[in-house]
């Protein structure tokens, strides 16, 4: 499989960027204070360099999992390494190699694109991220504010994460 190290770590920036903006008091910033019983002052407590470092952290743990979602070659991969035996030598002529063939002149290309990409992160946050959220939410006795506030960041943030990880091949 091959990974893009630099495309993930600029992906990894995506949430930092759209939760600034997304946070802001003036977007739904004040709406999320208010529904999580957060005030300035909490935050003012908070250590900031590192809540930054750690979400850049897990959001590139994420990119990694995008790259696997958003491009499929993950999955071409697995299916050779079992066809090969594990030597992913695949031999010119047989069905593999021109299975192999096919996909990488047919359909690989679609794969690699901003919206085949942006479809399936915002599948995994519509199908994944947002029951998780809502589940715990409910358990938090948050309302529906909170979670479609939450659960729309994480829905985009992975949405434009997908696209460019895919296009940026």
Do not use: C
């Not at 995506?14 to 300035?40: C, D, E, H, S």
């Not at 850049?56 to 990694?64: E, Y």
């Not at 096919?102 to 901003?114: E, G, L, R, V």
């Not at 199908?127 to 938090?140: D, G, K, R």
């Amino acid at each position: 499989m091959e990974i893009n190290f630099l495309a993930i770590f600029v992906a990894a920036l995506i949430p930092l960027v759209l939760g600034f903006v997304w946070y802001n008091q003036k977007v739904f910033g004040a709406a999320w204070m208010r529904a999580t019983g957060l005030t300035m002052d909490d935050a003012k407590g908070m250590n900031m360099g590192m809540v930054f470092l750690l979400s850049f952290i897990f959001a590139f743990l994420i990119g990694f999992e995008m790259n696997v979602l958003a491009v499929h070659d993950a999955f071409v991969q697995g299916a050779l390494y079992y066809e090969t035996k594990g030597t992913m030598q695949v031999e010119p002529g047989s069905e593999a190699a021109v299975w192999l063939d096919q996909y990488m002149t047919k359909y690989a290309a679609s794969n690699h694109s901003f919206p085949h990409g942006m479809f399936h992160g915002v599948a995994a946050g519509l199908l994944l991220v947002f029951p998780i959220i809502a589940t715990n939410a409910l358990y938090e006795r948050r309302g529906w504010k909170y979670i479609l506030i939450v659960a729309g960041y994480w829905i985009i943030s992975l949405g434009l994460m997908g696209g460019l990880i895919a296009v940026w091949r």
